[in-house]
């Protein structure tokens, strides 16, 4: 991608690898006004494949969300004189990626805006863990499980790393929209919640039903391979 800039020698250059971030927001953002290159493509590397699943997760395929992505960085570079460092750089510009994605998404019919879900706690129809697990009233032990999880460890302790990989990469897929992107983006991209839902523009309570749901759907996923095993 052609992006105009030109190396800047008066500016510490931020070498592949390195947190782009490292020297404060404010800092890069004023690196990349004066078109440092090399700023710019260290936060390029730093932050376009996680951009990239971000979009994925609104649009029908890698090469759209490519798309996407492309355009977010056209939409970042162009912004840059009104970021005020109000959030975190990453948060601004992962914003930016949601909300071109659910454009590109809504036009081409596959998804709709989180605004269009009346429900500001989770998506009505997603389960939670099933009450029939759960002593009830009239046991000595209500509220307790009755079939508790089990680990999802071998013999030797160790989580059978690729198979439940493809399980939980599985299940997050079947999920509805608004729980696969924050499931994503907490456990997969390892976000904070407050980053979620500045990223998402969704509430803290929202946030947090919606992970608890996606958690639970991929906890039921994971049990019945590990019993099927």
Same mark, same amino acid.
């Given at each position: ?117 009346? !429900? ?41 790393? !690729? ?67």
């Amino acid at each position: 991608m052609s992006t105009g800039f030109a190396p800047d020698a008066s500016t510490t250059l931020i070498a592949p690898g390195d947190d782009p971030a490292a020297g404060g927001d404010m800092a890069l953002v004023g690196a990349l006004r004066r078109g440092d290159e090399s700023a710019f493509a260290a936060l390029v590397h730093q932050l376009h494949p996680s951009m990239v699943r971000l979009a994925q997760l609104f649009v029908r395929d890698r090469a759209t969300a490519e798309e996407v992505v492309q355009e977010a960085w056209v939409g970042v570079l162009q912004g840059l004189d009104g970021f005020e460092g109000r959030s975190a750089l990453r948060t601004w510009i992962f914003r930016i990626v949601a909300n071109k994605a659910r454009t590109r998404g809504r036009r081409e019919a596959r998804t709709v805006p989180f605004s269009a879900f009346a !429900s500001d706690d989770g998506d009505d129809d997603a389960s939670s863990t099933d009450a029939d697990r759960f002593w009830g009233l009239g046991s000595n032990a209500v509220g307790h499980w009755q079939a508790p999880p089990e680990p999802w460890v071998d013999a030797e302790g160790r989580v059978l790393a !690729s198979e439940t990989r493809e399980v939980v990469d599985a299940a997050i897929a079947t999920l509805p929209e608004r729980q696969r992107a924050v499931i994503t983006l907490r456990d997969i991209e390892g976000w904070e919640a407050e980053e979620v839902c500045n990223a998402l523009d969704i509430t803290a309570t929202n946030q947090r039903v919606l992970l608890h749901r996606a958690r639970t759907a991929v906890r039921h996923a994971l049990e019945a391979y590990m019993h099927a095993a």
